[in-house]
């Protein structure tokens, strides 16, 4: 079965059509019987992603780092309020490093919606793994609307200035609709 590791904000955004995007997300992944491997949160679009999966029957591993101490914590009294545990596999890890190890490890892809700086974290972090020969899992970007635009033109820069090698493989593949993402991620191979 394939499992694709989704990095999102733990953040809802500004716009409720974030949300509505991460819930849809989950729930194709669902019904195309492609398990969610994602931060394990309750909270942002994080929380509508797995509500998408969980609610089409989907298989939801959630990766939970013990002790978290982000910027939600202001909001709630333990981080084991953050902790959504309804999934069908909870993993507690030691920190956020063991928590993306542990995600790469299980994926057979990634992909980075809309979100902040933990997901542009995350994103890289598996481009750096891809061009370090760590793995060779493709990383797919949902630039709704146009949001990684810029972050497209900067890869582009460093591949054109020579900081990245050549060759698609070095770049992430962007796609434009959630439609888009589906159909590259069920040409792939289990």
């Not at 949902?142 to 070095?170: C, E, T, V, W």
């Amino acid at each position: 079965m394939k499992k694709v590791a989704v990095y999102l904000g733990a953040n809802p955004g500004k716009s409720k059509e974030f949300c509505d995007l991460a819930y849809r997300f989950g729930r194709k992944l669902a019904e195309a019987h492609i398990a969610l491997v994602y931060g394990g949160s309750t909270v942002g679009t994080m929380k509508s992603l797995a509500d998408g999966a969980l609610g089409a029957g989907g298989i939801v591993y959630g990766v939970f780092p013990k002790g978290f101490k982000g910027h939600k914590e202001n909001h709630y009294a333990t981080s084991e309020q953050l902790i959504r545990r309804d999934v069908t596999h909870l993993m507690l890890v030691k920190d956020m490093a063991e928590r993306k190890k542990v995600m790469s490890e299980l994926c057979t892809c990634c992909v980075a919606l809309p979100g902040g700086w933990g997901t542009l974290d995350e994103l890289l972090g598996h481009m750096v793994e891809r061009t370090t020969g760590v793995n060779s899992k493709p990383v797919f970007l949902l630039n709704h609307k146009g949001y990684y635009d810029s972050l497209k033109a900067q890869f582009l820069r460093m591949s054109s200035d020579g900081f990245i090698p050549g060759g698609d493989d070095a770049l992430p593949i962007f796609c434009d609709t959630l439609e888009e993402l589906l159909e590259k991620i069920n040409a792939l191979e289990d």
